[in-house]
C-alpha cells in the first residue's frame, strides 16, 4: 500500500500534524511511524506541562505567533477532548534590581504579544498570589495555564485513529530512499511507500532530514536535559501555581521555576545540561558518538564559548543539591534542601547551526519530497496545533499540484 503522508515521530507535533491533516483532509491516507512501544515518550511525555501565553517570543516569530494561535486551540481540544487543564496564571518575579529593567522589558513583549490583563503588581500583591515567594518587582500573567502534556499527545493519537489514520509503534526509521514520486522508507520492521514524508523527530530530526535526498547539513541537535525536583507532599503549600525568575537574556532559556502540576505535586525546574547521550535522561548515562558529535559540531564549541559561564553554573547545581536549593531560594527564601525530593528529568532537542547560533525560531524546513520540524523546542507542546495546522497546509498544497 502506498500512503500520501508518512510522519515520523509520535511525539505531540507528529501527532498534532496528523490530525490536522485528517481534519483538512479526512480522505488521506495517513501513516505515522513511531520507534518506541509507546507515544510521546521524549521531549512531549517529560516536560514542565505549562500552557505558555506568548510572553517571551520576538512579537512576529514562528515562536510567538504559534504559541498564542496554538494556546485557544488547545485550550479548546481539551475542553471538546474532556482532557484536565487549568488557567492558573503564572508571576514571573524580579529579585535583584538588576533585573528590574529586564523584567520590564519582558512586561511590554507580553503587552505586544496582546496578552491582555498582563500587568505589574505589587509586592502585597505578589504576596497574595504566592504567599511565600519574595522579589524586587513583579509582573502577573493571568493566560498561563497547565495541562499534562502526555494525556493530550495521546488523545490527538485517538482522534487520528478514529479518523481513518494509522499509527506504527516499533517502526524506527533507518533511512529513506525516493524513486519516482515514492519515499520509501526503511523501518526496523518493514519498507513504508508514501508520497510525503513529514519529519516531526524531534530528538534525531536533524538524523532524519539528512536520510535521502537533498539531506539538511547544516543544523545539529544539541540535547540539554532539564533536571527537575519535586516538593515533598508537606511542603506544596509553599507554591499556589507558578513561579518563574526573570530568564537571563544571555542563555535561552527560562531558569528553574516552580510548577504546580496537573497530575499533582509542584515540580521545582528545570535546570539546563548538555546531555551526554540524546535521550540521556540520567547524568550517568553515556553515548560516547552522540557526545563526541555534539562537541565537534563548530556551532556547539562557539555556543560553549558564549555561555560558559552559565553553562558552568548549571552543571554545578546539576551535580550539587544545596546549589540548586540555593537557586530555588531566590524565589522562595524558606526552601530548604531537605524539601526537595528527586523529580525526574527531560532533554530539550535544541537545534543548533553551524555558525554557533541556537536556532531561536521554530524552523520548518521543505525539500522536494519531504517537510522536515527541525527545531521545536518550548513552547512547542502548548503550540502544537498551530505547528501541526502549518505543515499541514503546507503538506496539502503538494496535493493540490
Ligand atoms: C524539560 C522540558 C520542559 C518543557 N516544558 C514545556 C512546557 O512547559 N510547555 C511547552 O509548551 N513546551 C515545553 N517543552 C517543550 C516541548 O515538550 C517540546 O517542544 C515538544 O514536546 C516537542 O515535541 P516533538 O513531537 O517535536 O518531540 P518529541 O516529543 O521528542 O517526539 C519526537 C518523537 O520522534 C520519535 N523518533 C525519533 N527518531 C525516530 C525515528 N528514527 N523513527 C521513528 N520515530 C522516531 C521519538 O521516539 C519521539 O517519540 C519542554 C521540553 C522539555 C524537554
Redesign the pocket.
Known amino acids: 500500500m502506498q500512503y500520501d503522508v508518512a510522519i ?8 498534532a500534524t496528523g490530525l490536522q491533516l485528517l481534519r483538512q483532509k479526512p480522505k488521506l491516507k495517513l501513516v505515522l ?4 512501544d509507546q ?14 501565553s506568548g510572553l517571551y517570543y520576538k512579537p512576529g516569530s514562528l515562536k510567538a505567533t504559534n504559541c498564542i494561535n496554538g494556546y485557544h486551540e488547545l485550550v479548546r481540544f481539551c475542553e471538546t477532548e474532556k482532557i484536565p487543564f487549568e488557567i492558573t496564571g503564572k508571576v514571573v518575579v524580579a529579585t535583584r534590581e538588576e533585573q528590574k529593567p529586564l523584567l520590564e522589558n519582558l512586561l511590554k513583549r507580553g503587552l505586544e504579544n496582546g496578552l491582555e490583563g498582563t500587568r505589574r503588581i505589587s509586592l502585597d500583591e505578589l504576596k497574595e498570589y504566592e504567599p511565600h515567594c519574595t522579589g524586587v518587582d513583579a509582573i502577573h500573567v493571568p493566560q498561563t495555564g497547565i495541562v499534562d ?1 502526555f494525556q493530550v499527545a495521546l488523545a490527538y493519537g485517538r482522534k487520528i485513529m478514529q479518523a481513518g489514520g494509522t499509527i506504527l509503534l516499533n ?4 533511512n529513506i530512499s525516493q524513486k519516482g514520486n515514492c519515499n520509501y522508507i526503511e ?1 526496523k520492521n518493514k519498507t513504508v511507500e508514501a508520497k510525503l514524508v513529514i519529519n ?6 536533524d ?2 532530514s539528512q536520510m535521502g535526498e537533498d539531506p539538511q547539513k547544516d543544523v545539529k541537535i544539541i540535547p540539554f536535559r ?1 533536571e527537575y525536583f519535586k516538593l515533598k507532599k508537606e511542603k506544596e503549600y509553599l507554591v499556589k501555581n507558578l513561579i518563574y525568575p526573570v530568564p537571563d537574556p544571555n542563555f535561552p532559556f527560562l531558569g528553574v521555576h516552580f510548577t504546580r502540576m496537573m497530575k499533582g505535586g509542584v515540580e521545582a525546574g ?1 535546570n539546563a545540561v548538555l546531555a551526554f547521550r540524546r535521550e540521556g535522561y540520567k547524568k550517568s548515562q553515556i553515548n560516547l558518538g552522540e557526545l563526541a558529535e555534539s562537541l565537534a559540531w563548530p556551532g556547539f564549541q562557539k555556543v560553549a564559548a558564549k555561555y560558559w559561564k552559565t553553562g558552568f553554573g548549571e552543571l554545578y547545581r546539576s551535580f550539587s543539591k544545596a546549589a540548586f536549593t540555593k537557586a530555588l531560594q531566590e524565589l522562595i527564601p524558606e526552601i530548604q534542601e531537605s524539601d526537595l525530593v528527586d523529580g525526574g ?5 535544541q537545534a543548533c547551526d553551524r555558525n554557533g547560533g541556537l536556532l531561536d525560531d521554530f524552523a520548518i524546513r521543505e525539500s522536494q519530497s519531504l517537510i522536515h ?1 527541525l527545531n ?9 496545533l498551530s505547528i501541526g495546522g502549518t505543515v499541514a497546509e503546507m503538506a496539502l498544497k503538494r496535493f493540490e499540484k
Open positions: 515520523i515521530g509520535g511525539g505531540i507535533v507528529g501527532l511511524l513511531e520507534k518506541e507515544l510521546a515518550k521524549h521531549q512531549t511525555g517529560n516536560n514542565s506541562g505549562v500552557i505558555h502534556y517502526h524506527k526509521v533507518l523501518t516531526c523527530a524531534g530528538l534525531y530530526s538524523k532524519v532539564g528545570p528529568s527531560g532533554v530539550r532537542a520540524v521545536a523546542p518550548s513552547p512547542a507542546a502548548t503550540s502544537s
